[in-house]
């Protein structure tokens, strides 16, 4: 499926990712599956998955998502890059439970899939569904802040300068600015500048990584919404 | 200044930063740095240049399930490949998976498998160090005959692997590095997985790596992971029997539909329409190899190997004949007339053996390793020497057996050598390893299996009656010593017949290495005459009498002089429980063979401090180190005198040594309480 965008604030979403990397090579794949399987995995473990079931449990997912035809059949109007995963994991994860509940019996018969593209696969209470949706998010909001923090460390050593050090030495060591300019060796004004950008490129790094799974403006919005309390230190 | 916000489109907006920067202060306030770094995933660290006692030389690559390092090992001054965890590219607890890999190439005991050298920790950072592997992907530089032998070898190194419940499912040229000496090594298992566990998930691929395209079999192409087996291999085989009689890959496609669609069409196509001087007969295997339906293909990495030997004997064109010219000109040997896979065949079937061809073809080394090693060993081991220079020509004894092993990986004398100079030198877990590749090939060698239960027996007794100091550490390192040697002999029982002398020797080992001692002596018993070995009676005596306020008898005279210097190990123990029970432990005047043993050196150290020489117990310690650098309990005993001794800077780095080493070895908690009482 390819999907079509004229939004330059848009120029490659999730679904032009996932499309570009079926059509090729293996290598393009990967890194796709490597930039999402942590959340999958957490939440797995979470669910008290064991964690070579887990890992298993979440590679089948990425692959599902990869299989040939899947995306012919996903509408990305219909929601979040986000939810589609959780979808898929809770389907995944609720058919290998009846499978090995079947193999328990004796059984082990075709699995049927089915369902991967709707929520709540896996007949939740209310209550359960919101408190796994949460954690869910919290993992995400995790993995993107890794991912953030290593891209403007990555960025910042390939152009030499000192804001991803700054950066971590501030906000990762809880140095004062005159301490982070003694670690670098440069005067404190340098220090706060380093300090002032690395903060901003931060915030921009996180804010890209939702931006390239979301579709549109309105989409990007909704889902900064709804993430937002994680970094505003308001999800408790 | 205003502008368009690029994120959330707001016009005329306050616009924070400059340049690739901007964005407005609305979705700058949305972040709140140190609040979002609160949601950090544990264990982010910063570039190392060591980890553990490695000094880290360069990257040498990134996989999906780590960075992997070369490596110095300090101690043993050799090179090493490290693989290290990082930890922010997998889930939140990627430790055990991690493990699971450094565990699976361990439970691999190969010379075309990469070896484990060590899994460590080292602060957050989880690592482990292999062998590293100088070479070149496969099929590596020389003809196609070679290039073909090497398959061979890498279809028996597959069939171990799978013997061990193995799948590697990530087989390609640049899994099979192939080194100076022409030997192909399997490695990067990664994404490999236990068969049986496979049985019982929907999927076996980890990592984000799911496989590499043009090697990955229809069934993982599919995403049917439950038929994935032994026959996934099996196609990654045959693609690569494809490319070295072609040069090309069999499907060439730019995504992974089409290329799904081109397996599916059922017929894998033929070299021979590539190349029109492929004998028949390998095109005809090379098809049946890569066919669609894995019932279609060999059974087995062994059929595999079988059935090239056969494809490649049968009548063949131009093409074989071509194969063979180049082979018989630098071996020159009947070998080449017979064919040159058969000849591989045959020296596998036949154990000790020539070398493979492959490695026969390459230059000799100068003079005799073998023979070099075997005299440094007896001078490094003959009493003339200083612990200095006996330990100087041991490490070249043992640099010349590796010599001749890298070159001849199957060489019998080499790996007997390698052993038991491992064993004299305290390295007990070496010498296991050495013993186990060759009870691999051969479970039922009596003289080996022998020489494996001997150095179990010894470390039994050193366990049983050694340390003073550390009660709990002894129990604990038992524990670990009757889980994994005894599971070892189970391992070995399942291969040997109910029957024999074997099995009744590996019966009693087991029970030595569980401490059933009643046990082990009632099968002792009923050795047959002559399989018994040397003074097993008294060592199991010894071990039944351990704790006991009187021993009922002692070794004195007749019959401490009838022990076999020979069997060094049981030696040294024997003379430790005589020690304990106030006899002179007399290793200044034993022959030197058991001079550089950490246990009798613990026991001088131990002597020294009953003495009131203190500073020289440290020293012989520290030559029990030179030994055997991961000698848990001289490290202890150590750090315990250095603490007494007021250098608690020294002792606190030798108890997190150890602490290191308990931990990695998996020793139980009151051990490691033990330890870190000593902090």
């Given at each position: 499926m390819q999907v079509t965008n004229s939004d330059r604030r848009f120029p490659t979403t999730i679904w032009d990712d996932i499309s570009s990397a079926r059509k090729g090579s293996s290598r393009e794949l990967d890194l796709l599956l490597a930039r999402y399987r942590s959340p999958i995995i957490g939440f797995l473990r979470w669910k008290n998955v064991r964690m070579?079931?887990?890992?298993?449990?979440?590679?089948?997912?990425?692959?599902?998502?990869?299989?040939?035809?899947?995306?012919?059949?996903?509408?990305?109007?219909?929601?979040r890059f986000r939810s589609l995963l959780l979808g898929v994991t809770r389907n995944v994860l609720s058919e290998s439970l009846r499978r090995d509940r079947a193999e328990r019996r004796g059984g082990g018969g075709q699995v049927v899939h089915e369902g991967d593209l709707s929520d709540g696969a896996i007949p939740l209470h209310e209550k359960a569904v919101a408190s796994e949706d949460r954690m869910f998010d919290q993992l995400w909001v995790s993995e993107l802040v890794d991912?953030?923090?290593?891209?403007?460390?990555?960025?910042?050593?390939?152009?030499?300068?000192?804001?991803?050090?700054?950066?971590?030495?501030?906000?990762?060591?809880?140095?004062?600015?005159?301490?982070?300019?003694?670690?670098?060796?440069?005067?404190?004004?340098?220090?706060?500048?380093?300090?002032?950008?690395?903060?901003?490129?931060?915030?921009?790094?996180?804010?890209?990584?939702?931006?390239?799974?979301?579709?549109?403006?309105?989409?990007?919005e909704i889902e900064v919404k709804r993430l937002a309390p994680f970094w505003k230190g308001e999800e408790a | 200044m205003k502008g368009e916000?690029?994120?959330?489109?707001?016009?005329?907006?306050?616009?924070?930063?400059?340049?690739?920067?901007?964005?407005?202060?609305?979705?700058?306030?949305?972040?709140?740095?140190?609040?979002?770094?609160?949601?950090?995933?544990q264990g982010r660290e910063e570039p190392v240049a060591h980890l553990g006692r490695y000094k880290i030389v360069r990257e040498l690559a990134r996989t999906a399930s780590g960075t992997v390092y070369e490596a110095r090992d300090p101690d043993l001054d050799r090179r090493v490949a490290l693989k290290v965890l990082e930890v922010h590219h997998l889930g939140p607890d990627p430790v055990p998976r991690f493990l699971r890999e450094g565990r699976l190439l361990a439970k691999i005991r190969h010379p075309n498998v990469v070896e484990i050298h060590e899994l460590g920790r080292d602060g957050g950072k989880i690592f482990i160090a292999m062998e590293y592997v100088e070479g070149v992907p496969f099929p590596g530089p020389g003809h196609r005959d070679q290039a073909l032998k090497r398959l061979f070898i890498v279809a028996k190194a597959l069939q171990h692997v799978h013997a061990q419940g193995i799948i590697h499912r990530d087989l390609k040229p640049t899994n099979?590095?192939?080194?100076?000496?022409?030997?192909?090594?399997?490695?990067?298992?990664?994404?490999?997985?236990?068969?049986?566990?496979?049985?019982?998930?929907?999927?076996?691929?980890?990592?984000?790596?799911?496989?590499?395209?043009?090697?990955?079999?229809?069934?993982?192409?599919?995403?049917?992971?439950?038929?994935?087996?032994?026959?996934?291999?099996?196609?990654?085989?045959?693609?690569?029997?494809?490319?070295?009689?072609?040069?090309?890959?069999?499907?060439?496609?730019?995504?992974?539909?089409?290329?799904?669609?081109?397996?599916?069409?059922?017929?894998?196509?033929?070299?021979?329409?590539?190349?029109?001087?492929?004998?028949?007969?390998?095109d005809r295997f090379c098809r049946r190899a890569m066919a669609f339906r894995r019932e279609d293909r060999p059974l087995s990495a062994a059929d595999f190997a079988a059935e090239l030997v056969d494809a490649q004997s049968a009548p063949r064109g131009s093409f074989g004949r071509r194969l063979l010219k180049p082979l018989a000109i630098s071996v020159g040997t009947a070998l080449v007339l017979a064919g040159g896979l058969i000849g591989i065949v045959r020296s596998f079937q036949s154990g000790p053996a020539p070398a493979p061809a492959a490695e026969a073809a390459l230059p000799?080394?100068?003079?005799?390793?073998?023979?070099?090693?075997?005299?440094?060993?007896?001078?490094?081991l003959g009493g003339m020497l200083s612990f200095e220079s006996a330990m100087t020509e041991l490490q070249a004894a043992e640099r010349l057996y590796r010599q001749v092993l890298s070159a001849e990986p199957r060489n019998i004398p080499a790996t007997v050598g390698l052993a038991r100079l491992y064993a004299d030198l305290g390295r007990e877990s070496d010498a296991h390893h050495q013993f186990d590749l060759l009870l691999d090939r051969d479970p039922g060698n009596l003289e080996i299996l022998r020489a494996k239960g001997n150095l179990l027996v010894t470390e039994q007794l050193e366990l049983a009656l050694g340390h003073r100091s550390f009660p709990n550490v002894s129990a604990g390192l038992s524990q670990l010593l009757a889980e994994h040697q005894g599971n070892r002999f189970d391992?070995?029982?399942?291969?040997?017949?109910?029957?024999?002398?074997?099995?009744?020797?590996?019966?009693?080992?087991?029970?030595?290495?569980?401490?059933?001692?009643?046990?082990?002596?009632?099968?002792?018993?009923?050795?047959?005459?002559?399989?018994?070995?040397?003074?097993?009676?008294?060592?199991?005596?010894?071990?039944?009498?351990?704790g006991r306020p009187q021993p009922p008898h002692s070794l004195k005279g007749e019959e401490e002089g009838a022990l076999d210097r020979s069997e060094s190990h049981l030696w040294v123990?024997?003379?430790?429980?005589?020690?304990?029970?106030?006899?002179?432990?007399?290793?200044?005047?034993?022959?030197?063979?058991?001079?550089?043993?950490?246990?009798?050196?613990?026991?001088?150290a131990q002597s020294d401090e009953a003495r009131g020489e203190r500073a020289r117990?440290?020293?012989?310690?520290?030559?029990?180190?030179?030994?055997?650098?991961?000698?848990?309990?001289?490290?202890?005993?150590?750090?315990?005198?250095?603490?007494?001794?007021?250098?608690?800077?020294?002792?606190?780095?030798?108890?997190?040594?150890?602490?290191?080493?308990?931990?990695?070895?998996?020793?139980?908690?009151?051990?490691?309480?033990?330890?870190?009482?000593?902090?």
């Amino acid at each position: 499926m390819q999907v079509t965008n004229s939004d330059r604030r848009f120029p490659t979403t999730i679904w032009d990712d996932i499309s570009s990397a079926r059509k090729g090579s293996s290598r393009e794949l990967d890194l796709l599956l490597a930039r999402y399987r942590s959340p999958i995995i957490g939440f797995l473990r979470w669910k008290n998955v064991r964690m070579e079931e887990a890992e298993d449990l979440a590679q089948e997912v990425l692959i599902r998502i990869s299989t040939p035809g899947f995306f012919e059949k996903v509408d990305p109007a219909k929601g979040r890059f986000r939810s589609l995963l959780l979808g898929v994991t809770r389907n995944v994860l609720s058919e290998s439970l009846r499978r090995d509940r079947a193999e328990r019996r004796g059984g082990g018969g075709q699995v049927v899939h089915e369902g991967d593209l709707s929520d709540g696969a896996i007949p939740l209470h209310e209550k359960a569904v919101a408190s796994e949706d949460r954690m869910f998010d919290q993992l995400w909001v995790s993995e993107l802040v890794d991912r953030a923090l290593r891209e403007l460390e990555e960025d910042s050593a390939a152009r030499g300068t000192s804001e991803g050090a700054a950066f971590r030495l501030k906000y990762l060591e809880d140095l004062t600015q005159e301490e982070v300019a003694v670690r670098l060796g440069c005067p404190v004004f340098s220090a706060k500048n380093y300090i002032y950008y690395g903060k901003l490129k931060f915030k921009q790094k996180l804010l890209s990584s939702i931006r390239a799974y979301c579709s549109t403006p309105e989409e990007f919005e909704i889902e900064v919404k709804r993430l937002a309390p994680f970094w505003k230190g308001e999800e408790a | 200044m205003k502008g368009e916000c690029p994120f959330c489109g707001r016009k005329d907006v306050e616009l924070a930063g400059t340049g690739d920067l901007e964005f407005c202060t609305t979705c700058a306030d949305l972040v709140d740095v140190p609040a979002a770094l609160r949601h950090l995933p544990q264990g982010r660290e910063e570039p190392v240049a060591h980890l553990g006692r490695y000094k880290i030389v360069r990257e040498l690559a990134r996989t999906a399930s780590g960075t992997v390092y070369e490596a110095r090992d300090p101690d043993l001054d050799r090179r090493v490949a490290l693989k290290v965890l990082e930890v922010h590219h997998l889930g939140p607890d990627p430790v055990p998976r991690f493990l699971r890999e450094g565990r699976l190439l361990a439970k691999i005991r190969h010379p075309n498998v990469v070896e484990i050298h060590e899994l460590g920790r080292d602060g957050g950072k989880i690592f482990i160090a292999m062998e590293y592997v100088e070479g070149v992907p496969f099929p590596g530089p020389g003809h196609r005959d070679q290039a073909l032998k090497r398959l061979f070898i890498v279809a028996k190194a597959l069939q171990h692997v799978h013997a061990q419940g193995i799948i590697h499912r990530d087989l390609k040229p640049t899994n099979i590095l192939v080194d100076r000496s022409g030997r192909p090594v399997l490695m990067d298992f990664g994404i490999a997985r236990q068969a049986d566990s496979a049985a019982s998930t929907a999927i076996t691929a980890t990592g984000a790596v799911l496989g590499t395209l043009g090697f990955m079999a229809p069934e993982q192409i599919l995403g049917n992971v439950r038929e994935i087996d032994a026959r996934t291999d099996v196609y990654a085989l045959g693609v690569l029997l494809f490319e070295i009689l072609t040069g090309e890959l069999p499907f060439t496609a730019s995504n992974i539909d089409d290329y799904a669609r081109l397996q599916k069409k059922g017929k894998a196509p033929s070299a021979r329409s590539v190349r029109k001087d492929v004998p028949e007969a390998l095109d005809r295997f090379c098809r049946r190899a890569m066919a669609f339906r894995r019932e279609d293909r060999p059974l087995s990495a062994a059929d595999f190997a079988a059935e090239l030997v056969d494809a490649q004997s049968a009548p063949r064109g131009s093409f074989g004949r071509r194969l063979l010219k180049p082979l018989a000109i630098s071996v020159g040997t009947a070998l080449v007339l017979a064919g040159g896979l058969i000849g591989i065949v045959r020296s596998f079937q036949s154990g000790p053996a020539p070398a493979p061809a492959a490695e026969a073809a390459l230059p000799a080394p100068s003079g005799d390793p073998l023979r070099e090693a075997e005299l440094r060993k007896s001078k490094g081991l003959g009493g003339m020497l200083s612990f200095e220079s006996a330990m100087t020509e041991l490490q070249a004894a043992e640099r010349l057996y590796r010599q001749v092993l890298s070159a001849e990986p199957r060489n019998i004398p080499a790996t007997v050598g390698l052993a038991r100079l491992y064993a004299d030198l305290g390295r007990e877990s070496d010498a296991h390893h050495q013993f186990d590749l060759l009870l691999d090939r051969d479970p039922g060698n009596l003289e080996i299996l022998r020489a494996k239960g001997n150095l179990l027996v010894t470390e039994q007794l050193e366990l049983a009656l050694g340390h003073r100091s550390f009660p709990n550490v002894s129990a604990g390192l038992s524990q670990l010593l009757a889980e994994h040697q005894g599971n070892r002999f189970d391992e070995l029982l399942a291969r040997l017949p109910p029957s024999g002398p074997a099995g009744a020797l590996a019966r009693m080992y087991r029970a030595i290495a569980r401490s059933r001692f009643e046990e082990a002596r009632a099968l002792a018993e009923q050795l047959p005459p002559g399989q018994s070995p040397p003074h097993l009676d008294l060592a199991i005596q010894a071990l039944q009498e351990q704790g006991r306020p009187q021993p009922p008898h002692s070794l004195k005279g007749e019959e401490e002089g009838a022990l076999d210097r020979s069997e060094s190990h049981l030696w040294v123990a024997l003379v430790r429980h005589l020690f304990r029970k106030g006899a002179r432990p007399r290793a200044s005047t034993s022959a030197s063979r058991t001079r550089v043993h950490p246990a009798l050196l613990r026991l001088e150290a131990q002597s020294d401090e009953a003495r009131g020489e203190r500073a020289r117990a440290v020293e012989a310690l520290t030559r029990a180190l030179s030994s055997a650098p991961d000698d848990l309990q001289a490290r202890l005993e150590r750090a315990r005198l250095l603490k007494e001794l007021g250098r608690s800077e020294q002792s606190r780095k030798d108890i997190q040594a150890a602490l290191r080493g308990a931990e990695l070895a998996g020793i139980n908690k009151a051990a490691m309480d033990e330890i870190r009482s000593l902090l």
